[in-house]
């Protein structure tokens, strides 16, 4: 059963200012190290449930700049269980790598995404479904699953991203639930992996040391867009890969980077 | 191979390892769509068209050590930008070609600030090292690339000058000039058959999603095996062609002329 799910939309989607989202987009972003290309995220306000290190943002300096985009978040939400909003921007082919935001029972946060910009080849996943949120949309998405997404196109896609209290139900931050309709992701339809795929993978044991690892994992952790596979097996690959090729310090990088994304590999993926 | 050392910096080591973290720590700008991974820079001086001085930017006023060697060892009057290349984890720009040889922008030189055993640079199928505080002159018309593969940061000072026909005149003193041939060049072994049938092999897999981390891939093969660094792009076309998709073939030639002749 999915974790990720559409609670429904904003319904003042539409009153949405273009100026704002052009200024959204022209925002300094901050780069994220499990990012290829062009992926960057920035601040934009903090509520009354944050707890991070970070000092808070005041959210009236955003009233001024980006008013009608925070009337639609005041309106839809109960921020009142708001941590911190965001902005997630990607283009031009920019992805995050498969993760998991955390494992076991300490969630730090529920999260929710809300599309602001979006085109047909920006795509979110989890696990093996690979999925399109539309804009104007209100997405949860469950960080103890293995997840992502990017823009396979050269548009900006630009998605709000709500940090709400974690002892929140995502059902709960929303001012009028009844107004909204629960359901899970579409699933893009791809073709399965064939044995020749797979063997084309394992080829690559030789070509696989220091410099090659970063890059080869990337590749690896876009194979699931186009291949009904497992987003998570990017990283069994990789470390399939690495065993193939016998060198004891890429066998171990592997299996770091395995670790970094999805938790120790005793846990199931 | 053109590269090759011309001088060398002598610093404070630790002034200039202070000044260093403060730059890193709060003004170097990642830089994505030509660089994988950690790659980022930051300006610490700069002329500007029709201005006879270099200004000073904040995060060069943050390293007086630094600034200060830079004026007494370059011919500042000369000098066009400054800036730092920091590079870490994997991160590496793509094999490229900066302008064509009889057009050179300008005379670059590379200054090592912070580097470590897995930094490397490369130019045509040469990957080679270059030591803290060296100058070198790099020939930005040839297929180059630079990256560090190391969780510690790889800093160079990059100085850009006006295309000078004479590398004596990029220093302050001309006999600061003193070039060397010794390459510190990196032992690699060559690309094997089996290794050739293997980036062959990716045309199973190439699509338009993943067509430009292919390219990540393919373009840091080259700093594990005795490779020009340009093949990357008949690799990739040649992956394209074997896909089949004549979008992806398109994508995969306009990703060679951008990296290889920009300028045509």
Redo the contacts between chains.
């Keep these: 059963m999915m974790g990720a799910r559409c609670l429904g939309a904003i319904r003042q989607y539409s009153a949405l200012a273009p100026a704002e989202i052009q200024a959204l987009i022209a925002r300094k972003k901050f780069?994220c190290?499990d990012a290829?290309?062009?992926w960057g995220f920035c601040d934009l306000w903090t509520g009354p449930a944050w707890t991070g290190k970070a000092p808070a943002l005041d959210v009236e300096a955003v009233r001024r700049e980006l008013p009608t985009l925070l009337q639609c978040v005041e309106d839809a939400f109960d921020v009142s269980k708001l941590a911190i909003a965001r902005v997630f921007s990607a283009a031009?082919?920019?992805f995050i790598r498969p993760h998991r935001d955390w494992m076991g029972s300490e969630v730090p946060f529920t999260r929710l995404h809300v599309p602001l910009q979006t085109n047909p080849r920006a795509l979110n996943f989890e696990d093996a479904v690979v999925y399109h949120m539309n804009a104007g949309e209100i997405w949860y998405l469950d960080g103890s699953r293995v997840h992502g997404g990017g823009c396979?196109a050269d548009e900006v896609r630009l998605h709000l991203v709500l940090d709400f209290a974690p002892q929140a139900a995502p059902e709960d931050v929303l001012r009028d639930r009844a107004a909204h309709a629960s359901g899970p992701p579409l699933p893009l339809s791809r073709p399965a992996m064939?044995p020749?795929?797979r063997?084309?993978?394992r080829?690559?044991?030789?070509?696989l040391?220091?410099?090659?690892?970063?890059?080869?994992t990337?590749?690896l952790?876009?194979?699931h867009?186009?291949r009904q596979i497992d987003s998570a097996a990017a990283y069994d690959w990789l470390c399939a890969i690495a065993a193939d090729g016998g060198d004891p310090e890429t066998i171990e990088n592997a299996r770091a980077t395995r670790e970094k994304y999805l938790g120790p590999a005793n846990r199931s993926s | 191979m053109i590269a090759h050392p011309i001088g060398s910096v002598a610093f404070d080591d630790g002034l200039l390892a202070k000044e260093l973290e403060t730059i890193e720590r709060q003004a170097t700008t990642p830089c994505t769509g030509y660089a994988h991974g950690s790659w980022a820079k930051c300006i610490l001086a700069m002329r500007h068209a029709g201005e006879s001085e270099l200004r000073t930017k904040p995060a060069g006023e943050a390293a007086p050590h630094l600034m200060e060697r830079i004026r007494t060892t370059f011919a500042m009057t000369h000098v066009k930008v400054v800036q730092l290349f920091a590079a870490s984890n994997g991160g590496f720009v793509r094999p490229h070609v900066d302008w064509k040889a009889d057009a050179p922008l300008c005379t670059r030189l590379h200054v090592p600030l912070r580097t470590n055993r897995y930094a490397f640079n490369s130019e045509d199928d040469v990957v080679f090292q270059m030591g803290y505080g060296e100058v070198w002159f790099l020939d930005a018309s040839r297929p180059h690339s630079g990256g560090c593969f190391s969780t510690d940061t790889r800093l160079h000072l990059i100085v850009d000058l006006e295309a000078a026909d004479s590398l004596e005149s990029v220093f302050a003193e001309r006999s600061e000039y003193a070039p060397s041939r010794h390459l510190d060049a990196v032992a690699l072994p060559e690309l094997t058959s089996t290794d050739r049938s293997a980036i062959d092999g990716l045309a199973k897999l190439v699509t338009d999603a993943n067509l430009g981390t292919m390219l990540d891939f393919l373009g840091a093969i080259h700093f594990q095996r005795r490779v020009d660094c340009a093949q990357t792009y008949e690799w990739l076309l040649r992956i394209a062609e074997g896909s089949g998709d004549a979008h992806l073939v398109s994508r995969a030639r306009e990703y060679r002329r951008m990296y290889l002749t920009p300028f045509e």
């Design positions: 780069p190290a290829a290309g062009e031009r082919y920019g396979l064939t020749a795929q063997a084309a993978l080829d690559l044991r030789p070509l040391g220091r410099a090659t690892l970063s890059p080869l990337d590749l952790g876009t194979i867009y186009d």
